[in-house]
């Protein structure tokens, strides 16, 4: 069983940044793949970055490559989403996840967070 906390969300003005992270309790084995997903008021839950746990490969949507940075310190379980560029666009609740594999993470995670709210502002 993983558990998973969030923390970094909040409020920011247009090109601006913020930093969210995501703890993972309990044992993440090399296959693991962490990552984050978010979901704005009246959308569905979208994938946005991962990450491997063994080897620290990463995976990004389309719509944040070159803005966002995805990281993981393996030695504190914790999982890191750098947001630069924000827009307000990217205003959403965020999500993070977990599963036993990369693929597994982008189709159907199973563990998630409680999600952290991001809000841009104009």
């Known amino acids: 069983q993983v558990q998973l906390v969030e923390s970094g969300g909040g409020l920011v003005q247009a090109g601006g940044s913020l930093r969210l992270s995501c703890a993972a309790s309990g044992r993440l084995l090399s296959n693991y793949g962490m990552g984050w997903f978010r979901q704005a008021p009246g959308k569905g839950r979208d994938f946005v970055a991962a990450v491997r746990w063994s080897g620290g490969t990463t995976y990004y949507a389309d719509s944040v490559k070159g803005r966002f940075t995805i990281s993981r310190d393996n030695a504190k379980n914790t999982v890191y989403l750098a947001m630069n560029s924000l827009k307000p666009e990217d205003t959403a609740v965020y999500y993070c996840?977990?599963?036993?594999?990369?693929?597994?993470?982008?189709?159907?995670?199973?563990?998630w967070g409680q999600g952290t709210q991001v809000t841009v502002s104009a």
């Open positions: 996840a977990a599963s036993s594999t990369i693929l597994g993470l982008r189709t159907s995670p199973q563990y």
